[in-house]
């Protein structure tokens, strides 16, 4: 996989908003963003972009296990690209509950 795969291989989930509720109590459930590594394994690179995405926004960052995608998503008539409505519908049914929007 060459550098510019795995850079574009690297989701970030935007979860619901960043900025606490009105009646913060401990019905409040945890708001963030978080990290899906998709077919890219360098730790340290997940780390950094963590902690940036962190500093900028403001609120927690997570980082989720590492997926690999469907070779399905690969688009190869113009060289290697990615369908981003594919990858998008697809993560948006591989989520958990804890996470409300995928974008």
């Known amino acids: 996989m060459t550098e510019r795969t795995a850079i574009v291989s690297f989701f970030v989930l935007m979860l619901a908003g960043c900025t606490s509720a009105s009646h913060p109590g401990p ?3 945890k708001k963030g963003i978080v990290i899906q590594p ?3 394994d360098d730790t340290s690179r997940v780390h950094f ?3 940036a995405v ?3 926004y403001h609120c927690p ?4 296990p590492p997926r690999q995608m469907p ?11 990615y369908s981003a409505d ?6 948006s049914h591989q989520k958990d509950d804890s996470i ?3 974008s």
């Open 27 to 29: 019905s409040m459930k």
């Open 86 to 91: 594919s990858i998008l519908r697809w993560l």
């Open 61 to 64: 960052v997570y980082i989720l």
């Open 38 to 40: 998709i077919s890219f």
């Open 100 to 102: 409300s929007i995928v």
């Open 54 to 56: 962190s500093e900028f």
């Open 49 to 51: 972009v963590q902690q």
């Open 71 to 81: 070779i399905t998503f690969v688009n190869r008539t113009k060289g290697e690209r």
